[in-house]
C-alpha cells in the first residue's frame, strides 16, 4: 500500500501491482469503509480471483465499497431477499457458507433478488463449485458466466458492474472446455482507483505518535 | 511421504510434544535455527544440484559507488542479484523502515537481466519503496554498513594485514540488510508464480539466495575499497575471517504479524519441525557416527554460545541460561547418557525436560535434528502451504460443535480477562505515515478503534461468548449472517482443528507480551544467529555466519 501511486511504463493513467498488492490494498480498503476483517479477508479473495480472471476487480470493489451500504441477504429456499438490494460480498460469502446447507445451492437452485454489482458474486460461486465440485452456471440480466472446479470463468454477454440484477446460480451437469488461467498473474486499475482505494485503506491506520516512533527502532543509533 | 498425512499417527505420535507445550511465546522465543531452517536447505539444494556461481558484473568506482550482479545457476533456471552500491552520509543511515538511502539496495532478477533490465532497475532499486520493480524481480531489500567493522577491515586489508578476528566476530557481518521484501512487494513476481518451481518450494529461498549474495557482495566490496586505497599492499580477507562473516539483519514490529496472519505456514513449519525431532526421538538405537555429528554439533554451539553477544538484559538472561543448559547438556553426555540403551535419543530429550530450561531445551531440538539429516531433510517438502483453504469455511457445522473445538484447542484463549487493563493493554496497528506494524498502548494512546486483528485470543473469547447465545444446532453460516464480526474467530478455529500448531497460543495484547519472541520464531525458522535485541521489539540477528560463500560449493565464483 503505496501512498503514492506506482508509475505504469505504458500508459501514464494505468497501474499494474501483483496479486498480493491486490489483495493487501482490497484487503485494507474493505475494512477501511466499514467492513469486518473477515469480510475484508475475503473481499481481497474476491479482488485477486477477478483480477486473475482478467475483469473489473477494482470498479467492482470501489463501486460496492464507495456504494450505499446494502443489505444482507435472507437465505431461503429457492430464492434470496432483502429489505433493499443486496450487498454482493455478504451474498457471495452467504452463498459459499450455506453451501451445504438445505438454502443453499447443494439442494436446489438460487435466485438472488436485487444484487448490486452481481459480479462480485462470481468469485464466491466459484469457490462453491469448488468445494461442491461440480459445474455452475450463473445468469444475471444478459449475463452468463459458466464456472468449473478450480477453472477459469467462461464468460457470455456483458457482466460489467451496472445495475443491481436478480442473479441465478445453478448446479450444471455437463462439463464444458474451459480457458486456461492467463500465465501472468497483474492487476490493471487506473491512478483514480488506486487513490480511492489507497484512501479507504488509509482509514486504517493510525497517526504515528512521537511515543509509537520512538518504541518502533532501536534504543539507539545505527551508526556503529 | 505425503504431507497431509504429517498431522496422522505416523508412528512418532508417541513422541511428539503437544501443541500446548510448543506454542507458548516463552518457547517459541527461545526458538534456535536448524537444519530444517530456510538457509541451510538452500545451501543443500544447491550442494546437491551443484549450482553453479558467477559475476557477470563488477563495476564499482574508487569510492565503492557502482553495481555489481551476481548470478546463481541451477539445472533448470537462474537467477541474478543485482546490487547498486551508494555513498551514503552517515547522518542519513538509519536501519528502520523510515529511511530513505542506503549503504546498499539490491534486487534478485528471475534470469539473466539484460542492460534495459539493469537499467530499468538502476531507476527503481535505489529507491526502494518509493521505486517500482516487476514480475520479472523475486525480492527488493536494502543494506548498510556496520560501520566500524566496515572501516576497520578496509583499514586492516589496505596495509597487507588481516583485520582482527576478535573485532570480526563481535560484529559479526559487514553488511546488514535492513528490509528483504519478496512475495509481490512493490511490483515483485508473486509467490504464486513461482511456488511450483522446486527450488522455490520451500518458503523465502528467493529472499535467502538474495542475503546470501549479499554476504558475498560485502566482502567484495570491501576487498575492492581495499585494494583501491592500498594498491599492491592490499590483500584479501582469510579464509577463516570470510567464514567469520555473515550478513546482519535488522529488523522490527514488521514481521510480527506475518505469523498470525499465516497459520496454516506457521503450523507446518511447527509441524516440520516437531515430526523431525519425534522422529530422531523415536530411533531405536544411536550409530556411532550419528553420535559423533551430535558431539560435534554440541560443541559448535557451545563455541556459539560463547561468542552470541548481547546487551539487552533479557537477552543476557537467556545466553546464561542458553550457556549455563549447554554445560550441563554436555556434562550429562559425557558422564550420564548411554549411548547403547534402547531409544537413546528420546531418553536424552525426556532428561532435558526437567534437567534443562527451556532456552538450552530447545538448542538441544536442532542439536539432535542435525546429525540425522537422511531422517529428517526430506521434511522440508512440506513447510510450504496452499493457504487457500483458509477461506473454506464450513458453514453447516453447527454452534456446539463450533464450541466444542474452542474448548479442545482454545482454553488458552478463554483464560485472560479481556475486560481487565492488563489483559488488553496493548494493540496492533499500522502507521499513518510509514504504514508500518506497531503495537500501541491501549488505555494511553489514541487509535485502537483502528486495531489489526492480531488479538486472536480475545476474537475467540468473544465468538465463544456469541455461542452461548445461540441455539446449539444454529449453523454458523446463519450466525456469521447476523454477527459477521465473528467470521475471523470462526475461521481460525476451523482452521486449528487440523493444525495443531497454527496458533500462537498466548494473548497478543497483553500487558507482559514480548514481541521480540515472536520475532525470533520467524528468525530462527530463517536460520537466524546471534540474536541481539536492541529493545523488546527491535532486533540484530546474523545469516549465513560460518557458512560457505558461493565459491567454496560451486567452484570459483568466474568473472
Known amino acids: ?224 | 511421504m505425503i504431507c497431509a498425512d504429517l498431522d496422522q499417527d505416523t508412528g512418532t505420535a508417541a513422541y511428539r510434544r503437544p501443541a500446548s507445550e510448543v506454542m507458548r511465546l516463552e518457547r517459541l522465543g527461545s526458538a534456535h535455527p536448524m537444519r530444517l531452517s530456510f538457509l541451510r536447505i538452500l545451501l543443500r539444494r544447491m550442494v546437491d544440484e551443484k549450482w553453479r556461481f558467477d559475476r557477470p558484473v563488477f563495476d564499482l568506482d574508487e569510492r565503492g559507488v557502482g553495481r555489481v550482479v551476481y548470478r546463481a545457476t541451477g539445472p533448470e533456471r537462474c537467477y541474478s542479484l543485482v546490487c547498486f552500491a551508494h555513498d551514503l552520509p552517515a547522518e542519513l543511515r538509519s536501519d528502520r523502515v523510515i529511511a530513505t538511502a542506503w549503504d546498499a539496495t539490491f534486487a534478485l532478477f528471475d534470469g539473466t537481466p539484460d542492460d534495459a533490465d539493469l537499467d530499468r532497475l538502476a531507476a527503481n532499486v535505489p529507491l526502494q519503496e518509493a521505486g517500482r520493480v516487476s514480475c520479472r524481480e523475486l525480492s527488493l531489500s536494502r543494506a548498510n554498513r556496520s560501520v566500524r567493522l566496515f572501516d576497520h577491515v578496509i583499514d586492516k586489508l589496505s596495509l597487507g594485514m588481516q583485520p582482527d578476528i576478535e573485532q570480526i566476530t563481535a560484529a559479526g557481518y559487514l553488511m546488514r540488510t535492513t528490509a528483504v521484501y519478496g512475495s509481490g512487494k512493490f511490483g515483485a513476481a508473486d509467490r504464486h508464480a513461482i511456488a511450483e518451481r522446486p527450488e522455490m518450494l520451500c518458503p523465502f529461498q528467493a529472499e535467502m539466495l538474495s542475503v546470501w549474495f549479499t554476504r558475498l557482495f560485502s566482502v567484495d566490496l570491501v576487498e575492492h575499497l581495499a585494494r583501491i586505497r592500498g594498491g599492491d599492499k592490499a590483500v584479501r580477507l582469510s579464509t577463516v575471517n570470510r567464514r567469520a562473516l555473515g550478513v546482519g539483519n535488522s529488523t522490527g514490529l514488521g514481521m510480527a504479524p506475518f505469523l498470525v496472519r499465516h497459520p496454516i505456514l506457521l503450523n507446518n513449519w511447527i509441524m516440520v519441525r516437531e515430526e523431525a525431532l519425534a522422529r530422531v526421538r523415536s530411533q531405536l538405537s544411536a550409530s556411532a557416527q550419528v553420535c559423533a555429528g551430535f558431539d560435534a554439533a554440541l560443541t559448535d554451539a557451545i563455541e556459539n554460545a560463547r561468542l552470541w553477544h548481547s546487551e539487552h538484559p533479557l537477552q543476557l538472561e537467556k545466553l546464561a541460561a542458553l550457556r549455563g543448559g549447554l554445560g550441563l547438556l554436555a556434562e550429562h553426555v559425557r558422564t550420564v547418557w548411554d549411548r547403547q540403551q534402547d531409544h537413546p535419543w528420546n531418553a536424552l530429550w525426556r532428561w532435558s525436560e526437567t534437567a534443562l530450561p527451556v532456552e538450552a531445551q530447545e538448542a538441544l531440538v536442532a542439536l539432535m535434528l542435525e546429525p540425522h539429516g537422511e531422517l529428517v531433510d526430506g521434511l522440508a517438502q512440506c513447510m510450504a502451504a496452499d493457504e487457500a483453504p483458509a477461506g473454506d469455511l464450513d458453514g453447516s457445522m453447527n454452534a456446539s460443535e463450533l464450541q466444542a473445538l474452542i474448548s479442545a484447542h482454545y482454553d488458552w484463549a478463554l483464560r485472560p480477562d479481556y475486560s481487565a487493563a492488563a489483559d488488553s493493554a496493548r494493540f496492533w496497528y499500522v502507521s499513518e505515515d510509514k504504514l508500518e506494524p506497531r503495537l500501541g498502548e491501549r488505555y494511553e494512546e489514541p487509535g485502537s478503534e483502528r486495531e489489526l486483528p492480531l488479538d486472536i485470543g480475545r476474537q475467540v473469547a468473544a465468538l465463544d461468548a456469541a455461542l452461548k447465545d445461540c441455539p446449539p444446532d444454529m449453523p454458523v453460516a446463519r450466525l456469521l449472517l447476523q454477527k459477521p464480526e465473528h467470521r475471523n474467530a470462526v475461521c481460525r478455529v476451523q482452521l486449528s482443528a487440523r493444525r495443531p500448531f497454527a496458533e500462537i497460543r498466548d494473548n497478543l495484547i497483553s500487558a507482559d507480551l514480548m514481541p521480540i519472541d515472536m520475532l525470533r520464531c520467524k528468525l530462527a525458522f530463517f536460520g537466524a544467529t546471534r540474536f541481539d535485541p536492541r529493545s523488546d521489539r527491535w532486533v540484530r540477528i546474523s545469516l549465513f555466519q560460518g557458512l560457505p560463500y558461493p565459491d567454496e560449493i560451486g567452484g570459483q565464483v568466474t568473472e
Open chain 1, 1 to 224: 500500500m503505496n501512498k503514492t501511486a506506482p508509475a505504469s511504463v505504458a500508459d501514464p493513467d494505468s497501474i499494474f501491482l501483483s496479486l498480493s498488492e491486490i489483495s493487501s490494498l482490497t484487503y485494507r480498503a474493505t475494512r477501511g469503509a466499514g467492513y469486518e476483517w473477515g469480510e475484508a479477508d475475503e473481499a481481497a479473495f474476491a479482488s485477486v480471483w477477478l483480477s486473475r480472471a482478467g475483469l473489473d476487480w477494482a470498479g467492482t470493489i470501489l463501486a460496492m465499497l464507495w456504494g450505499a451500504r446494502e443489505h444482507p441477504p435472507l437465505p431461503a429456499r429457492g430464492r434470496w431477499t432483502a429489505a433493499g438490494q443486496l450487498c454482493p460480498l455478504r451474498t457471495g460469502i452467504a452463498l459459499a457458507d450455506f453451501a451445504h446447507l438445505p438454502e443453499g445451492l447443494s439442494a436446489q437452485p438460487v435466485e438472488c433478488v436485487a444484487v448490486a454489482q452481481p459480479l462480485l458474486i462470481v468469485p464466491f460461486v466459484a469457490r462453491l463449485a469448488n468445494s461442491l465440485d461440480r459445474p455452475i452456471r450463473v445468469f444475471w440480466t444478459d449475463a452468463e458466466v459458466c464456472l468449473e472446479p478450480g477453472q477459469p470463468p467462461l464468460i457470455g454477454g456483458s457482466v460489467d458492474a451496472g445495475k443491481p440484477a436478480d442473479v441465478t446460480i445453478a448446479c450444471a451437469d455437463t462439463r464444458l472446455a474451459m480457458p486456461m488461467w492467463p500465465q501472468s498473474h497483474r492487476g490493471e486499475l487506473c491512478n483514480a482507483q488506486y487513490g480511492d482505494l489507497t484512501a479507504l485503506a488509509l482509514r486504517t491506520t493510525v497517526p504515528t505518535s512521537i511515543r509509537s516512533q520512538a518504541g518502533a527502532g532501536a534504543a539507539g543509533g545505527d551508526n556503529d
